[in-house]
């Protein structure tokens, strides 16, 4: 069993920060590809920002420059610092993770977290 859980959304005014925080728990046997989605209301889920094992980062135009994705192997874990957010910006943001289990050990399955909601808003 494995969990992917979020943390650090909340309410922000425009020009504002946060920092997303993602921990995967459970039965893991290795992480590769890590990310972060968002949906907006009426909207579909979109990548915001992906990053390998290895460090290496991708993200969408929209969010360059003012988003960094970032990973703690050690831990499991993946980062968004959010900088220079605005009105758009606004969404549920979810985590997402290729995972191998101990389990299987060369299968890596796609796994979800359930979500943290970022407003952006004066």
């Known amino acids: 069993q494995v969990q992917l859980v979020e943390s650090g959304g909340g309410l922000v005014q425009p020009g504002g920060s946060l920092r997303l925080s993602c921990a995967a728990s459970?039965?893991?046997?290795?992480?590769?590809?890590m990310g972060w989605y968002r949906q907006a209301p009426g909207k579909q889920r979109d990548l915001v920002a992906s990053?390998?094992?290895?460090?290496?980062?991708n993200y969408v135009d929209a969010v360059k420059g003012r988003f960094t994705i970032s990973r703690d192997n050690a831990k499991n874990t993946v980062y968004l610092q959010m900088n220079s957010l605005k009105p758009e910006d606004t969404a549920v943001y979810y985590c997402?993770?290729?995972?191998?289990?101990?389990?299987?050990?060369?299968?890596?399955?796609?796994?979800w977290g359930q979500g943290t909601q970022v407003t952006v808003s004066s």
């Open positions: 997402n993770a290729d995972i191998a289990t101990t389990i299987a050990t060369t299968n890596y399955y796609n796994y």
């Open positions: 459970g039965s893991i046997f290795s992480i590769s590809t």
């Open positions: 990053i390998s094992r290895g460090g290496r980062t």
